[in-house]
């Protein structure tokens, strides 16, 4: 069995220990700039593995969802000003979390139930969230506190990835990496994993099996949402304390790219994730050593350069979920 | 029971039945249970499993069943035989919930309420081997069969180990081999129905439906799958099976309903039955119109075929060595049963499929390496067989419709501008002599009725005066009216010194419209006669493949 899974996954295995021991490598021989910048591309990377699994879950049950940019934006909002408002922190997570899953719920249900172009409906989420965050954004207002963070016991001690991942840390990280290694178990090992996939890749199939092709879409769509929220309310509430028009700033986006990336896979997704924030911490790193003289605007396109690049070479290497985008008829095989 | 309103259903006498067909029916790999085993065949027949009464589904104005009523008894294997859009398909979606009937009753051992879906269906114990393949590509054989079902571990995590197990002992128990760890889309079709048989039999089925299982098999995975058949109706299963080969039919059925235009038009007990018999169900109807034609008068060769080999979508042989001359001012009719390469003929004169081997000439120009376009302007019409696909395009006007082969050329484009007024003029003139009946020539082609629109492709493909005409089943799904209109104008067409190529189904349509008769088994012709002197019965026989 470990053989087999060895020969299988040789090239992610080699990869992966390359990359592993360049960073170590890295990490103590720049000993000056590399945490801060392993620091900073971990939290560029939170909320993007955050709605790359909210993409993930989306298109492996056949659902395209490009909303998460809007979805992102509208819980950063309300979390942030419903902890203002409220004085906790808790009311705001949760009001957070709680617009993302109605957001979802909206996506699921015009492109599900209503048969609605998915893509439409998702620009529609979009222009919503925009504009509703625009409009009643009161500037001036300021959360109740700092969200708590902590260190992770014994994990927190390994070196560098304790310091980078598990030191310090606040509770929307440790959701990232439990929520990438929970949807991962739960989509290739469990029950509602296979149902989902065969939803996302041959609906009729599932149909013909049983299956409430319909229904389980809904429900995965609906509740993906709470993790695109969790990714808004990180950016207001924990990154920084503050909201901003316009915030999100294409990270919904970007979250497509690295899904596509992370060939639908949410474990793959993560890595894609990191990777990105590195770029962005690299794109950050030239900026201030001053080392190269570019314009900032230029640096921070590079994370979007890479974008296109790796996409390029990722396009007819990965597969999509072969239904993904057409809406279910029943008897309509 | 609508049974043999039309038809006499005189069993047939035993010299007329095929000793071929009794050969298959009778092989080894097909494997003969005696009736004590079986349970049927001497009178011995179960409860009734599955009773519809009365069950009528239309799509818009298109009647799919038209109160259809059957019934299907324990260890029983009923065919349900009839030819390309029947209503074969509909009527089983309806049994297996994936269509809601408009109307009747489907009483499943006793239980009337109406299904709601294929979940309640498998919970009724019906289990279903769809025409399209149910399975998703990318996963294993293991995953496929135990979807919807899945054993699990700890309430919810998947139990692969036991799922591998299922396929192993379902496998050997009925001697169907398949690697529950092999991915769906790497296996051969034969491998995929195996699986798709497999995985219907991983639930408790006690009616088990198979829509066209043999389409993709060849013979002797056929017979391996008939042979399937037979082991479980000896053991309680009732089967329903879907077809339009006669062999199957003859080899396996207990009894066999045929239908037609979506209602049943007759019932049989398959023995007291054979092929020639069910293919006139089958193919004929009792609308025969006389046509009132001259003799005809043949010109010179238009068309010749020779040794002409075509593959099918599937990429198996469907054109066999197929040889035919068709001669200025006569019609040619290509009688058989559906399936045997009409199709890919028609498609492959057209332009449409590619060639393997042989040729296809008209007049000096090679038609084996000619596009539709260029077909088009050598001079041949082509009445395409799927009207909706091939003939029209729907959200167009007629007017477009009708010039849709020439409306770059003048006078209907002058220097690359269309000229509207051009095409209005000839469209409303074509519209009246082709009495195509709608409210201007403006009207998108989809609002036209089913006749309405054949007569439009008739009339843009006749109207060129073509050296060669085509017309591949031109009466299906057409009201009558239509039918002895678009009969007349073929005739016309020949009158005026066309060759025409008429591929049918319905024998009728051929014996009263063709000059000469050429019956078409297994992709070539068997054999070719005057129409005058052709018997029906002989044409039966060898559309069956007794020759």
């Given at each position: 069995m470990t053989t087999s899974w060895l020969t299988k996954n040789r090239t992610n295995v080699v990869v992966g220990a390359v990359v592993l021991v360049a960073a170590y490598i890295f990490y103590y021989a720049q000993n000056d700039i590399a945490p801060s910048m392993y620091a900073s591309a971990w939290g560029y990377a939170i909320p993007l593995v955050l709605a790359a699994l909210v993409g993930v879950i989306g298109e492996r049950s056949g659902v395209v969802n490009i909303g998460i940019e809007g979805q992102m934006l509208v819980a950063a909002f309300a979390g942030f000003f419903a902890a203002a408002y409220s004085g906790s922190l808790l009311v705001g997570v949760l009001a957070g979390i709680g617009s993302g899953l109605i957001l979802g719920g909206f996506l699921a249900w015009t492109s599900v139930k209503w048969r609605m172009d998915q893509i439409i409906a998702g620009v529609v989420l979009n222009i919503v969230a925009t504009g509703i965050t625009s409009f009643y954004y009161t500037p001036g207002q300021v959360l109740p506190g700092l969200m708590p963070s902590f260190d992770v016991p014994v994990l927190s001690s390994i070196p560098l990835i304790g310091d980078v991942f598990f030191t310090g840390t606040s509770i929307f990280a440790t959701l990232a990496i439990l929520a990438a290694i929970g949807v991962h178990i739960a989509l290739f090992h469990s029950r509602w994993g296979l149902r989902t996939r065969a939803v996302g890749e041959y609906p009729s199939a599932a149909d013909t099996a049983g299956i409430n092709v319909e229904w389980l879409r809904i429900v995965n769509v609906t509740l993906a949402g709470s993790l695109a929220g969790c990714a808004g309310v990180y950016l207001s509430m924990d990154a920084s304390s503050s909201f901003e028009r316009g915030m999100v700033a294409g990270r919904g986006f970007l979250a497509l790219a690295i899904m596509i990336m992370g060939a639908w896979r949410p474990l793959r997704a993560f890595v894609m994730a990191i990777f990105f924030g590195f770029i962005n911490a690299v794109a950050s790193q030239l900026q201030q050593s001053g080392n190269i003289d570019l314009p900032p605007q230029l640096t921070g396109t590079l994370p979007f350069v890479v974008t296109i690049i790796v996409l390029a070479v990722a396009a007819g290497r990965v597969r999509a979920p072969a239904a993904v985008g057409q809406p279910y008829v029943k008897g309509d095989q | 029971m609508p049974e043999e309103i039309e038809y006499d259903p005189r069993p047939a006498p035993a010299d007329t039945r095929p000793d071929h067909l009794e050969a298959i029916a009778t092989t080894d790999a097909v494997r003969e249970l005696p009736p004590e085993i079986s349970g049927f065949g001497e009178g011995v027949v179960g409860e009734v499993v599955l009773d519809i009464t009365g069950l009528s589904k239309s799509f818009g104005r298109v009647r799919a069943n038209r109160d259809?009523?059957?019934?299907?008894?324990?260890?029983?294997?009923?065919?349900?035989?009839?030819?390309?859009?029947?209503?074969?398909?509909?009527?089983?979606?309806?049994?297996?919930?994936?269509?809601?009937?408009?109307?009747?009753?489907?009483?499943?051992?006793?239980?009337?309420?109406?299904?709601?879906?294929?979940?309640?269906?498998?919970?009724?114990?019906?289990?279903?081997?769809?025409?399209?393949?149910?399975?998703?590509?990318?996963?294993?054989?293991?995953?496929?069969?135990?979807?919807?079902?899945?054993?699990?571990?700890?309430?919810?995590?998947?139990?692969?180990?036991?799922?591998?197990?299922?396929?192993?002992?379902?496998?050997?128990?009925?001697?169907?081999?398949?690697?529950?760890?092999?991915?769906?889309?790497?296996?051969?079709?034969?491998?995929?129905?195996?699986?798709?048989?497999?995985?219907?039999?991983?639930?408790?089925?006690?009616?088990?439906?198979?829509?066209?299982?043999?389409?993709?098999?060849?013979?002797?995975?056929?017979?391996?799958?008939?042979?399937?058949?037979?082991?479980?109706?000896?053991?309680?299963?009732?089967?329903?099976?879907?077809?339009?080969?006669?062999?199957?039919?003859?080899?396996?059925?207990?009894?066999?309903?045929?239908?037609?235009?979506?209602?049943?038009?007759?019932?049989?007990?398959?023995?007291?039955?054979?092929?020639?018999?069910?293919?006139?169900?089958?193919?004929?109807?009792?609308?025969?119109?006389?046509?009132?034609?001259?003799?005809?008068?043949?010109?010179?060769?238009?068309?010749?075929?020779?040794?002409?080999?075509?593959?099918?979508?599937?990429?198996?042989?469907?054109?066999?060595?197929?040889?035919?001359?068709?001669?200025?001012?006569?019609?040619?009719?290509?009688?058989?049963?559906?399936?045997?390469?009409?199709?890919?003929?028609?498609?492959?004169?057209?332009?449409?499929?590619?060639?393997?081997?042989?040729?296809?000439?008209?007049?000096?120009?090679?038609?084996?390496?000619?596009?539709?376009?260029?077909?088009?302007?050598?001079?041949?019409?082509?009445?395409?067989?799927?009207?909706?696909?091939?003939?029209?395009?729907?959200?167009?006007?007629?007017?477009?419709?009708?010039?849709?082969?020439?409306?770059?050329?003048?006078?209907?484009?002058?220097?690359?501008?269309?000229?509207?007024?051009?095409?209005?003029?000839?469209?409303?003139?074509?519209?009246?002599?082709?009495?195509?009946?709608?409210?201007?020539?403006?009207?998108?082609?989809?609002?036209?009725?089913?006749?309405?629109?054949?007569?439009?492709?008739?009339?843009?493909?006749?109207?060129?005066?073509?050296?060669?005409?085509?017309?591949?089943?031109?009466?299906?799904?057409?009201?009558?009216?239509?039918?002895?209109?678009?009969?007349?104008?073929?005739?016309?067409?020949?009158?005026?010194?066309?060759?025409?190529?008429?591929?049918?189904?319905?024998?009728?349509?051929?014996?009263?419209?063709?000059?000469?008769?050429?019956?078409?088994?297994?992709?070539?012709?068997?054999?070719?006669?005057?129409?005058?002197?052709?018997?029906?019965?002989?044409?039966?026989?060898?559309?069956?493949?007794d020759h």
């Open positions: - | 259809i009523s059957f019934t299907v008894r324990r260890g029983e294997i009923v065919a349900l035989l009839g030819e390309n859009g029947a209503g074969k398909s509909t009527l089983v979606n309806q049994i297996f919930g994936l269509i809601t009937p408009d109307a009747g009753t489907v009483s499943v051992q006793g239980d009337t309420t109406p299904i709601s879906g294929p979940h309640d269906a498998i919970r009724r114990g019906i289990g279903m081997v769809h025409q399209h393949f149910q399975l998703v590509p990318v996963m294993t054989v293991a995953e496929n069969m135990m979807l919807g079902h899945e054993p699990t571990r700890a309430g919810a995590m998947l139990d692969i180990e036991s799922a591998r197990e299922m396929v192993r002992t379902l496998a050997a128990k009925h001697r169907l081999a398949v690697d529950p760890d092999a991915e769906v889309e790497d296996l051969p079709v034969g491998t995929q129905q195996r699986v798709e048989i497999l995985k219907a039999l991983s639930r408790k089925v006690d009616l088990l439906i198979l829509d066209e299982p043999t389409a993709v098999l060849t013979p002797q995975e056929t017979d391996e799958l008939l042979g399937v058949m037979k082991e479980l109706a000896a053991s309680g299963t009732s089967i329903v099976f879907i077809t339009h080969k006669l062999r199957e039919v003859l080899a396996v059925s207990d009894r066999v309903y045929v239908l037609r235009q979506g209602t049943v038009c007759g019932e049989v007990e398959t023995k007291n039955t054979d092929a020639r018999e069910l293919a006139t169900l089958m193919v004929g109807r009792e609308v025969v119109l006389s046509i009132d034609k001259e003799e005809a008068t043949p010109g010179e060769t238009v068309l010749a075929i020779e040794d002409l080999h075509v593959k099918d979508d599937r990429d198996l042989p469907a054109v066999n060595g197929f040889s035919l001359e068709v001669r200025a001012g006569e019609i040619v009719g290509v009688a058989g049963v559906e399936g045997n390469g009409q199709r890919e003929l028609v498609e492959a004169l057209a332009g449409m499929r590619k060639v393997v081997s042989g040729s296809m000439r008209l007049g000096d120009l090679d038609l084996t390496k000619a596009n539709p376009h260029q077909t088009h302007h050598a001079g041949v019409g082509h009445i395409p067989e799927d009207r909706e696909k091939h003939g029209l395009v729907a959200a167009y006007s007629i007017a477009d419709n009708l010039v849709l082969n020439e409306f770059d050329q003048p006078p209907y484009a002058k220097s690359g501008v269309r000229q509207f007024d051009a095409v209005r003029e000839y469209a409303e003139k074509v519209r009246a002599e082709f009495d195509i009946r709608s409210s201007s020539v403006g009207q998108t082609a989809a609002s036209l009725s089913g006749g309405n629109k054949q007569k439009v492709v008739v009339a843009r493909e006749m109207s060129f005066t073509p050296k060669l005409l085509m017309a591949a089943q031109p009466t299906r799904g057409v009201d009558v009216g239509s039918i002895e209109f678009i009969h007349r104008r073929i005739v016309d067409a020949r009158d005026a010194g066309a060759g025409v190529l008429l591929v049918s189904a319905e024998l009728d349509e051929i014996l009263s419209l063709a000059d000469r008769v050429a019956v078409v088994h297994g992709g070539k012709v068997v054999a070719e006669m005057a129409c005058v002197s052709a018997d029906r019965t002989e044409i039966g026989r060898l559309m069956a493949g």
